[in-house]
């Protein structure tokens, strides 16, 4: 049995369908029941638990074989002072299950404790997350292609792609149904001790990359924009994110400008099978058909 926390999400729910696909017992971990019938239609076992409540979660860890962790994404308040108490708490919770191997959820350029706004919360939360089991990887995975659908809407209907990142930088990206796959595969490898696995794509592109696979898809022009550091914070809050979160997003984009946003060595080194032009069909399809299952 193996227990994924985040099947709702992104990357969470696909690392739950590549178990159940591979033929493998599944229980997701979700914040209510009524979130889980879909998995239960996938015949996964559904378990209700918040990382906050380390007695509920650490029953619904009870008895895996092996379990995919991650820190929610950050949606309001502290992202720093949050990951300090949600590694704490889902730290405490694993460790009392007595999990015999985990993966854990992280990203590339995770080696660098600060200079890299959110992923440095990723940074602080593999030390917490260390030796929560036997056998414990961090799998730190490229930027999600699937994060572009954040801007599809304004692809489809201005032509443009607007981009925190130079347009001609090319860094690791990955679609999240490679992180799935990748995710389940070490899930079902035996080891002991702790490693770091990095993830990217085929290979690595650039937001021009993104913007002329979007054209392709689109069958329309498509130019990559790129938004000034001056005008994001104020964009992040037309958008609604919260300040705190916004700081933290836009540390990320200056630390992916200054090259901190590279594999590290002495890691090892993956290659997903998922093409740009196929992640971004899927973006496009998934913006087309509101009430599907976005995740």
């Known amino acids: 049995m193996y227990v994924v926390l985040g099947a709702n999400g992104r990357?969470?729910?696909?690392?739950?369908?590549?178990?159940?696909?591979?033929?493998?017992a599944?229980?997701?971990?979700?914040?209510?029941?009524?979130q889980g019938e879909k998995w239960t239609a996938l015949g996964a076992e559904v378990a209700v638990a918040t990382i906050e409540d380390a007695d509920a979660m650490a029953d619904a860890l009870k008895g895996a074989s092996g379990v995919f962790l991650l820190n929610p994404p950050p949606v309001s308040g502290d992202p720093y002072a949050r990951t300090e108490e949600f590694g704490a708490a889902l730290s405490g919770a694993a460790r009392r299950?007595?999990?015999?191997?985990?993966?854990?959820?992280?990203?590339?350029?995770?080696?660098?404790a600060s200079g890299t706004g959110v992923i440095a919360t990723l940074n602080r939360f593999e030390a917490l997350l260390d030796g929560v089991a036997p056998a414990t990887v961090f799998l730190r995975s490229g930027y999600f292609v699937e994060t572009w659908g954040e801007v599809?809407?304004?692809?489809?209907?201005?032509?443009?792609?607007?981009?925190?990142?130079?347009?001609s930088q090319r860094i690791p990206m990955v679609s999240t149904i490679d992180v799935g796959r990748a995710a389940a595969a070490v899930l079902c490898e035996e080891w002991?001790?702790?490693?770091?696995?990095?993830l990217a794509g085929p290979e690595d592109w650039s937001a021009g990359d993104v913007a002329s696979a979007f054209a392709e898809v689109l069958g329309l022009p498509v130019v990559p924009v790129p938004v000034p550091p001056e005008r994001r914070a104020a964009l992040l809050a037309e958008e609604g994110v919260p300040g705190e979160v916004a700081n933290a997003l836009l540390g990320m984009y200056e630390g992916i400008a200054k090259g901190l946003f590279m594999h590290q060595n002495g890691s090892e080194h993956r290659r997903g099978t998922i093409s740009l032009m196929t992640a971004i069909e899927r973006v496009v399809a998934r913006l087309n058909q509101p009430t599907?299952?976005?995740?």
């Open 11 to 24: 990357a969470g729910g696909e690392v739950a369908r590549a178990l159940i696909e591979r033929g493998e």
């Open 152 to 167: 599809a809407q304004t692809v489809m209907s201005e032509s443009v792609l607007p981009t925190f990142i130079e347009p």
């Open 26 to 34: 599944v229980r997701v971990v979700l914040r209510s029941k009524e």
């Open 192 to 198: 002991t001790g702790k490693r770091v696995v990095e």
């Open 292 to 295: 599907a299952d976005l995740h």
């Open 97 to 112: 299950a007595r999990l015999p191997k985990a993966v854990v959820l992280s990203s590339i350029g995770a080696q660098h």
